[in-house]
C-alpha cells in the first residue's frame, strides 16, 4: 500500500484560493505519479488532475481546467494542488493517490486502490 497524507483542506468563501499539499508516509513520492480524486457527499470520486513523476505532464478535468494547478517539489517530495476560483460544487473531500502512466501520460486511475482519509474543502457564503 502507498500511504499518502493530504493537508490544507478548510472552509473557504466562493471565489477564494486553497493550496492542498500530498505527502508520504515510508516511501518516496516522487517515484510515481501522483493524482487528486475528490467526492463530494452522495456523488462518486472523481479524478481531477494528476501529474507524473518528473512533472513534465500534467492533466486536467474539464470542470477545474483552468482553475486548479499541479504541481510537485520533488526536493520536498510533495504534490501540491493549487485551486483558485473556487465554487460551492468543488466542495468534496480531497484525495491524492498514485496513479497509472501510458505513453509518459498520467491517468487519474490509482495504482492499488488505496484511499486515506483525505482532507475536507467546503466552498460556501
Known amino acids: 500500500q502507498l500511504q499518502l497524507v493530504e493537508s490544507g483542506g478548510g472552509l473557504v468563501q466562493p471565489g477564494g484560493s486553497l493550496r492542498l499539499s500530498c505527502a508520504a508516509s515510508?516511501?518516496?513520492?516522487?517515484?510515481?505519479?501522483i493524482g487528486w480524486f475528490r467526492q463530494a457527499p452522495g456523488k462518486e470520486r472523481e479524478g481531477i488532475s494528476c501529474i507524473t513523476s518528473s512533472g513534465g505532464s500534467t492533466a486536467y478535468a474539464l470542470s477545474v481546467e483552468g482553475r486548479f494547478t499541479i504541481s510537485r517539489d520533488n526536493a520536498k517530495d510533495t504534490v501540491y494542488l493549487q485551486m483558485n476560483s473556487l465554487k460551492p460544487e468543488d466542495t468534496a473531500v480531497y484525495y491524492c493517490?498514485?496513479?497509472?502512466?501510458?505513453?509518459?501520460?498520467?491517468?487519474?486511475?490509482?495504482?492499488?486502490?488505496?484511499w486515506g482519509q483525505g482532507t475536507q474543502v467546503t466552498v460556501s457564503s
Open positions: 515510508r516511501f518516496t513520492l516522487g517515484y510515481y505519479a
Open positions: 493517490a498514485a496513479v497509472i502512466t501510458v505513453q509518459h501520460m498520467c491517468l487519474m486511475r490509482s495504482l492499488d486502490d488505496y
